[in-house]
């Protein structure tokens, strides 16, 4: 392939079903953002010219994240709805030169991707679609091919039993020519919601020959759901290796560290507790006496206080617990549990969780699923969460209630005299906590 291959990063959607949570690309894993550990993997993969299209919303953040030494990114803002939106935003950045499409919330493996490149240097003037093989029914666009292994056709979510194929298509797409995409897209791709799958379709009937670049289905993660993240957080602890505890981390008697674990700078561990990996513990953050904490991702500032479970969890930055348990659970940002409140995280019979998604019931496929909760939220003590429950930001949740339903953003729920109301919340959850860390 003569010509540089250029890579789209797509972030301009509004990822409205990964509510409570926000920007995906924000999301800290092992030290860094998400779209930060992208950057690294495309410069690695010598793809060193980028366009990221972003979204009014998360512009700001996108562009303050640092962009490393050889790579070069141009920022686009799309404005519409739908993947024929993006292209059409990046259409001014870019001329004729070959694109490779990958979506800034899904994980790629190295391997897939090297796989893919190798793929497209002996293409030719082929389109080439990523794919996975899945095992059960996957809400997304099959891929109808030929006996040639050339595919015929996209067939957007068909119904349950009616599946061209085992063979579902993820958002790695290459074509030769950016102009022609966008140019079908100009033709065919109005629709926002299978507009872009339909330009695609309308290209390979004009003879444009497609392949699929099928790889197993553990090499690729997407967070669309909240639930995802802990898929994604095992995924990254899959390639640690051994203990890597920064020298200033303070650990003291009767501590217990098994496992792979990373901990960061400024880390304080109490006496008592007992840390089995994999582990990630994030900058100054403070393990209190007597906690168990086990396949966790806990961000930076944390404190977890006296007596805390924390187990195959997600725990962001600046959050306070003491004696709590957080099973299988999603934490935002500048979260607080008050003593004694749990995330439940299995269900009596042992089923299949599922979780209300914009009104529609969602098959979570996990049968151990917590709480899901925003950032910026105060919950009281001796609150009881549901599994599977998602808790909105800025809300504030009373003493002793049993969550059992999903708590809309900035919603103040509480008891008074037995009953439970919830009104809109006036308060603001305290930031700095600085002087309380000082008495640790």
């Not at 999603?330 to 299995?346: D, E, Q, W, Y």
Request: hydrophobic content about 40%; overall charge neutral.
């Amino acid at each position: 392939m003569a010509q540089h291959i250029t890579a789209v990063l797509l972030s301009g959607g509004e990822s409205t079903r990964f509510w409570p949570l926000k920007e995906k690309n924000a999301l800290p894993l092992v030290g860094k953002s998400f779209l930060a550990w992208h950057y690294e993997q495309l410069l690695a993969l010598k793809l060193t010219n980028v366009i990221l299209v972003t979204n009014a919303g998360n512009e700001a953040f996108l562009k303050s994240i640092p962009v490393p030494a050889g790579l070069k990114v141009s920022y686009v803002m799309q404005t519409g709805l739908g993947q024929g939106q993006a292209v059409l935003a990046f259409e001014s950045n870019i001329g004729a030169e070959p694109i490779l499409i990958l979506n800034a919330s899904d994980y790629y493996s190295d391997a897939f991707l090297k796989s893919f490149i190798q793929h497209v240097k002996t293409s030719g003037q082929e389109m080439i679609l990523g794919a996975v093989r899945v095992n059960r029914y996957f809400p997304g666009g099959y891929l109808k091919t030929n006996a040639k292994g050339n595919i015929e056709e996209i067939v957007e979510k068909p119904q349950l039993g009616k599946e061209p194929s085992d063979v579902v298509r993820i958002v790695a797409d290459y074509f030769p020519s950016a102009t022609m995409l966008v140019e079908a897209v100009k033709k065919y791709g109005s629709d926002p919601v299978n507009g872009y799958e339909t330009a695609i379709n309308k290209l390979i009937q004009s003879g444009v020959v497609c392949k699929a670049e099928i790889t197993p289905l553990q090499t690729w993660k997407y967070l669309k759901y909240p639930w995802g993240v802990l898929s994604l957080v095992d995924e990254f602890f899959s390639h640690m290796s051994g203990q890597q505890i920064d020298k200033s981390v303070v650990i003291k008697e009767h501590v217990v560290i098994e496992g792979l674990v990373v901990i960061e700078e400024g880390v304080k561990i109490f006496e008592g507790t007992k840390i089995v990996g994999p582990v990630y513990i994030g900058k100054n953050t403070i393990i209190g006496n007597n906690n168990i904490i086990r396949h966790s991702h806990i961000g930076a500032y944390v404190v977890t206080g006296f007596s805390t479970d924390i187990t195959r969890s997600y725990i962001g930055d600046n959050c306070w617990f003491h004696t709590n348990y957080i099973g299988d659970s999603v934490i935002g940002n500048n979260v607080s549990m008050g003593s004694g409140t749990v995330c439940a995280n299995l269900r009596l019979d042992d089923g299949e969780i599922s979780s209300l998604v914009k009104g529609e019931k969602i098959d979570t496929g996990k049968n151990k699923l917590g709480a899901m909760v925003g950032d910026n939220v105060r919950i009281g003590v001796n609150t009881s969460i549901m599994p599977g429950i998602k808790i909105g930001q800025n809300s504030f949740i009373g003493a002793g209630i049993v969550v059992e339903s999903d708590v809309e953003d900035g919603k103040f729920m509480f008891l008074k005299n037995g009953t439970l109301t919830t009104v809109n919340n006036t308060k603001q959850a305290a930031v700095s906590r600085d002087e309380f860390r000082k008495t640790l």
